[in-house]
């Protein structure tokens, strides 16, 4: 389920007022003399000005303009200078069966970037009635358990980063097609027998949800979780059950995500393994 959050405070007007309040001008002092009172000398650089003829104040400069270039490009010639080192994902493991944040971006029709992400599922959320706990958390402990040889959680949001629109996948490897089968009948059964349920996240935060299956088979799932006075906010969700591999995807918005849901997950499974 997606937590809204709060938007930051403050910004570059705080910052500007602290660095203008901290190089003020100078005060009497640094136009009567040093402390003694004497008179400072005169600088030489503008004397050395004034005696230079014209022309070779431009020689002067040209030559500095021609070796500070020539200094940048030897700089950047260098062979030890340090690269960028690309983020690693190897094939075959749950990094690289998920969607990149470009390619959800083009089948939900918004641009998103990265957010929160997690190796492992977290602790089960506390429910009420209690019964209800696979519903409010089908991406925790209380579907996924700890019985997972590979387990990832990554959840895109919009580009302002407030969370208005996010998308989470979710996806669990398990040592063989069984255990991955009882996790999704946990999830199947889980939300079978829940329609709505007190929530209260890993904050303490509580909020009532509302729940509607509209696809159930033994290998897809799909469901809205609704938040009941949440002005229209809801998490459109889908499961799928491929081999060893127990996936999720969850688009959360104030819209109607099913048709986004839907594409990712189409793609998401097929880029799966199973």
């Known amino acids: 389920m997606a937590v809204h959050s709060s938007r930051g405070l403050g910004g570059r007007g705080a910052a500007a007022d602290a660095a203008a309040s901290s190089h003020g001008q100078a005060g009497p002092s640094s136009a009567s003399g040093g402390p003694s009172g004497r008179p ?4 030489p650089p503008g004397r050395l000005r004034r005696l ?26 260098r062979p030890d200078q340090p690269k960028a080192i690309p983020l690693r994902v190897v094939e075959g493991t749950v990094q690289a069966d998920a969607l990149t944040p470009d390619e959800v971006s083009k ?25 209800c706990a696979v519903a409010v958390g089908p991406a925790t402990q209380a579907v996924y358990g700890r019985e997972w040889t590979a387990f990832l959680s990554a959840t895109y949001q919009d580009s302002a980063g407030v969370g208005d629109y996010t998308v989470t996948q979710v996806i669990g490897v398990y040592s063989d097609s069984d255990k991955a089968g009882a996790v999704f009948r946990t999830l199947s ?12 996240d890993q904050d303490g935060r509580t909020s009532k949800w509302a729940y ?37 995807v969850a688009v959360c918005g104030a819209g109607n995500g099913k048709p986004a849901v839907t594409r990712i997950t189409d793609r998401f499974a097929a880029k799966a393994s199973g």
């Open 107 to 131: 089948l939900a029709g918004i641009t998103l970037v990265s957010g929160p992400g997690a190796s492992e599922p977290p602790r089960a959320l506390e429910a009420d009635p209690s019964s």
């Open 212 to 248: 509607t299956t509209d696809t159930a088979t033994s290998e897809t799932l799909g469901w809205t979780a609704a938040q009941v006075a949440g002005d229209g906010w809801a998490c459109h969700r889908q499961a799928r059950l491929k081999g060893r591999t127990v996936l999720q």
């Open 52 to 77: 230079l003829p014209r022309h070779r104040r431009a020689v002067s400069a040209g030559a500095v303009v021609i070796c500070l270039v020539l200094a940048g490009v030897g700089w950047w010639a």
């Open 40 to 43: 400072l000398p005169p600088g």
């Open 189 to 200: 059964d889980g939300l079978e027998s829940c329609q709505s349920a007190i929530r209260t």
